[in-house]
């Protein structure tokens, strides 16, 4: 979609990794998020994990936890057949990844200078 953020994939970032614990065994993160990003660019569950490097079986299991974790399903999904199958971020979905990428835009910007520094006192490996 236009305007949206695209953010560098986990494995790419360097710097705040945002995790957030919702509740007893319920956290969203970057790759919770990441997925959720395929699924709504892709239009498939199947699609957004191979683009992670991740099985059918591990995004299905990762996409049921989250229809589980919320109140309402963030992902709505279509059976195959003549006219295909797929999936799809509700409403719900679109705005918890959205609350999401938000909250870890705060956070990043609220230890940038942190970073910096450590960075800067860091002996360089790159």
Known sequence: MAGRRRSAPAKERRGLTLRLTLGKDVALGPGKAELMEGIRDAGSIAAAGRRMGMSYQRAHDLVAALNADFREPLVATAMGGPGGGGARL?????????????????????VRDRLAWLRAVMARRD
């Open 90 to 110: 509700t409403p719900l979905g679109e705005a918890v990844l959205d609350a999401y990428r938000k909250a870890e835009e705060a956070a990043e910007e609220a």
